[in-house]
């Protein structure tokens, strides 16, 4: 399965952004996608997740700003990330894996990464 995310930039804070990520390949391999991110110097962190039926997780810290979603006919996750702030500032990763979201099964597979930098 190969991921190609690609929406990031920068921003000025409180604006917004739409980042995209393309699944290829096995598509069958996976079902759940979701979004990390890791700023300098810190842990890649979970930002977002959605099922392949449309459940979505968030990280607290981003409730009520981002927005997850899918397109299943295009193997497409989006993030809406509305309202940033500069401690929003990292590389956004892009994941998928067969399973839930509390529960993988076989591979991981990470896109290569989007920078959002966030101005105050």
């Known amino acids: 399965v190969q991921l190609q995310a690609s929406g990031g930039g920068l921003v000025q804070a409180g604006g917004s952004l739409r980042l995209s990520c393309a699944a290829s390949?096995?598509?069958?391999?996976?079902?759940?996608m979701a979004w990390y991110r890791q700023a300098p110097g810190k842990q890649r962190e979970l930002v977002a997740a959605?099922?392949?039926?449309?459940?979505?997780k968030y990280a607290d810290s981003v409730k009520g700003r981002f927005t997850v979603s899918r397109d299943n006919a295009k193997n497409t996750v989006y993030l809406q990330i509305d309202s940033l702030k500069p401690e929003d500032t990292a590389v956004y990763y892009c994941?998928?894996?067969?399973?839930?979201?509390?529960?993988?099964?076989?591979?991981?597979?990470w896109g290569q990464g989007t920078q959002v930098t966030v101005s105050s």
């Open positions: 390949g096995s598509i069958s391999s996976i079902s759940t």
């Open positions: 959605i099922t392949s039926g449309g459940t979505t």
């Open positions: 994941n998928a894996y067969k399973g839930s979201l509390g529960l993988r099964f076989g591979d991981d597979y």
